[in-house]
């Protein structure tokens, strides 16, 4: 069965500062990768995906995320925080394309000015 | 604009009283899928459909049900509503499931309280 860890539920993050926010994940086949971001009263909105070639995908509003098929990570990166990133994060996996996505439980991250 | 619809927003009804929530999502995709939001729990699917009159069991559908006689609508129907389905429910969608690289798009969200 696949699954997905996001082992920290909160992260702070100083204005300016670089922020990571982990992903870890299980398959048995290729995985199929994915951030999203939730604002709050809003539904989940697509950040980016990693399903074949470079290691490093960006996407939107500067983030950035890295695979690493070792350690079987995913984090998501932003090189410099901005407060209105403040939200709630998930990551999600598929098992090789033909399976449901699974989420995890999300990560909220703080901002502070 | 591209968007999922739900409706309503929020609702706060009794235990048994049968409640509907629809979605709508003008963007003619195959797949559709209802998931629900609870803290510490991430989103879990209840039920999915990968196109007009298919539909299956995610990993909670226990007290739900679907349909999906149009390609834009797949609503949410809760026969019995217990307290323990109060939470939030998305619904989402995306081009094709077997095109899984495809991202979903989510609506809103409907906030259920059951009491």
């Known amino acids: 069965a696949q699954s997905v860890a996001q082992p920290e539920d909160q992260v702070n993050v100083a204005e300016g500062n670089p922020l990571t926010v982990k992903c870890t994940y299980s398959v048995s086949g290729n995985p199929y990768l994915f951030w999203y971001v939730q604002y709050p009263n809003r539904g989940l909105q697509f950040l980016l995906k990693?399903?074949?070639?470079?290691?490093l995908v960006k996407g939107s509003y500067g983030f950035e995320a890295e695979f690493n098929k070792s350690q079987t990570s995913f984090h998501l990166k932003k090189p410099s925080a901005l407060v209105s990133d403040s939200a709630l994060y998930f990551c999600a996996v598929r098992d090789g394309g033909y399976s449901t996505l699974t989420f995890g439980k999300g990560t909220m991250l703080l901002v502070s000015p | 604009e591209a968007q999922v619809t739900q409706n309503p927003r929020y609702l706060i009804t009794v235990t048994g009283k049968k409640l509907t929530v629809t979605c709508s999502q003008n963007?003619?995709?195959?797949?559709m899928s209802w998931y629900r939001q609870d803290p510490g729990l991430g989103l879990r699917q209840i039920y999915y459909?990968?196109?007009?009159?298919?539909?299956d069991k995610g990993d909670v559908p226990e007290g739900y049900k679907v349909s999906r006689k149009e390609k834009r609508n797949f609503p949410l129907i809760l026969e019995s509503p217990s307290p323990n389905q109060t939470s939030l429910y998305f619904c989402a969608s995306s081009p094709d499931r077997d095109r899984a690289g495809q991202p979903q798009h989510f609506g809103d969200g409907t906030r259920l309280s059951i009491l």
């Open positions: 459909s990968m196109n007009v009159e298919v539909t």
């Open positions: 990693y399903i074949t070639g470079d290691n």
């Open positions: 963007m003619n995709h195959e797949y």
